[in-house]
């Protein structure tokens, strides 16, 4: 979108691959003598007069080549942003003041924290739904503006029924917004469901290695996509270029890095679940998952977070996270690299989240190696009651 999207005949030549082809063919330069199989990283703040880009803030090569490989995967036009979260606050910036937003009671602490803030400052009303809970959404949803939706949701990992919310969204004009950052295009594709926008923190599995922060927004509606580019435009909320091209060759890997952290983190799911210092295990891949029919009826995966909650409360969960050897003791997820932390370190996590919740990011190691330092910090956690 900022310079030029991909032409016609790129999209189309590109949608006859499935998406495992696509995070690798699409975003490349057109294959002329001597162009770079990769876009070059284009470090210019400006450009010569009169052209379509005008100024580093409004457009960059790098950004349209890592915008249409997204665009390929989420099937909308799409924008990059600096950060997940400033894909979220264009998206929140531009409904009007007092609009109704219905939205997770649950989800990612920023997020939640953004609706907080335009909830006490009266920009807007927000009315909090159990999202995986489809009866109360439909209700809550007649008279809103907008439906935002985690899902699977940060951390708790509900699952909530896409096709259903997102059609009875739209067939009574409510715009739907769903932050795609936990399941990833290749499991879900919301915009194909009738969703106005999709939203990703491409920090997360997009990049995939923990060493870029940056987000993304795609639509298929232009009007839509050009309030949100305005948006980027005057807040300055742009992505570096070098970033952007890092982002772009961590996407070329995103299919093989999503099978394989897939796998492990169902195995582990499954080891944890029979673990003596687990309680409860979260994670919609499994088959005792109050999630896992309607994970199973839409999506293509369960993703590669796995959430539990750990004997012994908040010390024994502690004291697990900063145990183990190979696992990083870390916030984020969507890296190659398994992190874990304990949520409610943070003051913002949820109050519904149990706060002895520990959010395992899975990332695509060893299974085996990955289970024995697991197990072993677990064990050792739960010497803290003795
Ligand atoms: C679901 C979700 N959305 C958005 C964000 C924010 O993304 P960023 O850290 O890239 O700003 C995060 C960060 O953890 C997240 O988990």
Same mark, same amino acid.
């Given at each position: 979108?900022?310079?030029?999207?991909?032409?016609?005949?790129?999209?189309?030549?590109?949608? %006859?691959?499935?998406?495992?082809?696509?995070?690798?063919?699409?975003?490349?330069?057109?294959?002329?003598? /001597?162009?770079?199989?990769?876009?070059?990283? /284009?470090?210019?703040?400006?450009?010569?007069?009169?052209?379509? *880009?005008?100024?580093?803030?409004?457009?960059?090569?790098?950004? %349209?080549?890592?915008?249409?490989?997204?665009?390929?995967?989420?099937?909308?036009? !799409?924008?990059?942003?600096?950060?997940?979260?400033?894909?979220?606050?264009?998206?929140?910036?531009?409904?009007?003041?007092?609009?109704?937003?219905?939205?997770?009671?649950?989800?990612?602490?920023?997020?939640?924290?953004?609706?907080?803030?335009?909830?006490?400052?009266?920009?807007?009303?927000?009315?909090?739904?159990?999202?995986?809970?489809?009866?109360? *959404?439909?209700?809550?949803?007649?008279?809103?503006?907008?439906?935002?939706?985690?899902?699977?949701?940060?951390? +708790?990992?509900?699952?909530?029924?896409?096709?259903?919310?997102?059609? +009875?969204?739209?067939?009574?004009?409510?715009?739907?917004?769903?932050?795609?950052?936990?399941?990833?295009?290749?499991?879900?594709?919301?915009?194909?469901?009738?969703? /106005?926008?999709?939203?990703?923190?491409?920090?997360?599995?997009?990049?995939?290695?923990?060493?870029?922060?940056?987000?993304?927004?795609?639509?298929?509606?232009?009007?839509?996509?050009?309030?949100?580019? /305005?948006?980027?435009?005057?807040?300055?909320?742009?992505?570096?270029?070098?970033?952007?091209?890092?982002?772009?060759?961590?996407?070329?890997?995103?299919?093989?890095?999503?099978?394989?952290?897939?796998?492990?983190?169902?195995?582990?799911?499954?080891?944890?679940?029979?673990?003596?210092?687990?309680?409860?295990?979260?994670?919609?891949?499994?088959?005792?998952?109050?999630?896992?029919?309607?994970?199973?009826?839409?999506?293509?995966?369960?993703?590669?977070?796995?959430?539990?909650? *750990?004997?012994?409360? +908040?010390?024994?969960?502690?004291?697990?996270?900063?145990?183990?050897?190979?696992?990083?003791?870390? !916030?984020?997820?969507?890296?190659?690299?398994?992190?874990?932390?304990?949520?409610?370190?943070?003051?913002?996590?949820?109050?519904?989240?149990?706060?002895?919740?520990?959010?395992?990011?899975?990332?695509?190691?060893?299974?085996?190696?990955?289970?024995?330092?697991?197990?072993?910090?677990?064990?050792?956690?739960?010497?803290?009651?003795?």
């Amino acid at each position: 979108m900022s310079t030029d999207q991909p032409a016609n005949a790129e999209r189309d030549y590109l949608s %006859s691959f499935t998406a495992h082809t696509r995070v690798v063919a699409a975003g490349r330069p057109a294959r002329e003598s /001597d162009a770079g199989v990769n876009p070059s990283i /284009d470090l210019n703040s400006t450009f010569i007069a009169p052209g379509s *880009v005008g100024y580093g803030r409004y457009g960059n090569q790098t950004w %349209s080549a890592l915008e249409s490989a997204i665009e390929s995967l989420e099937g909308g036009k !799409t924008l990059v942003f600096a950060s997940g979260m400033a894909a979220i606050s264009a998206v929140l910036s531009i409904l009007p003041k007092g609009a109704v937003i219905v939205a997770s009671r649950n989800g990612y602490t920023g997020t939640m924290t953004l609706l907080k803030r335009a909830q006490e400052s009266g920009h807007a009303e927000v009315r909090y739904v159990d999202i995986a809970n489809t009866q109360e *959404v439909l209700a809550e949803i007649k008279g809103a503006m907008l439906l935002w939706i985690e899902s699977p949701t940060n951390p +708790a990992l509900e699952v909530a029924d896409l096709p259903t919310i997102i059609a +009875a969204a739209k067939s009574i004009n409510v715009g739907v917004a769903v932050d795609n950052t936990f399941a990833t295009p290749l499991v879900q594709t919301p915009l194909a469901m009738g969703a /106005d926008v999709v939203i990703h923190s491409l920090t997360k599995y997009i990049s995939g290695h923990s060493d870029v922060i940056l987000g993304s927004i795609s639509t298929n509606d232009d009007a839509l996509l050009n309030r949100l580019n /305005d948006a980027r435009k005057m807040a300055g909320a742009i992505p570096g270029p070098f970033e952007v091209w890092i982002a772009l060759r961590g996407l070329r890997t995103l299919a093989l890095r999503m099978d394989r952290a897939q796998s492990n983190a169902l195995e582990l799911a499954i080891r944890l679940s029979s673990h003596p210092a687990v309680e409860k295990v979260r994670y919609p891949g499994l088959a005792t998952d109050p999630h896992h029919a309607m994970a199973k009826s839409f999506m293509k995966g369960f993703g590669a977070v796995v959430s539990f909650d *750990v004997k012994g409360g +908040a010390q024994a969960a502690d004291l697990a996270c900063e145990s183990s050897e190979l696992v990083a003791f870390a !916030t984020s997820l969507g890296g190659v690299e398994s992190l874990w932390e304990r949520r409610h370190r943070w003051s913002a996590e949820s109050p519904t989240i149990p706060t002895n919740l520990i959010r395992l990011s899975v990332g695509i190691e060893d299974v085996d190696d990955l289970w024995r330092d697991i197990d072993a910090a677990l064990t050792k956690s739960q010497t803290f009651q003795k």
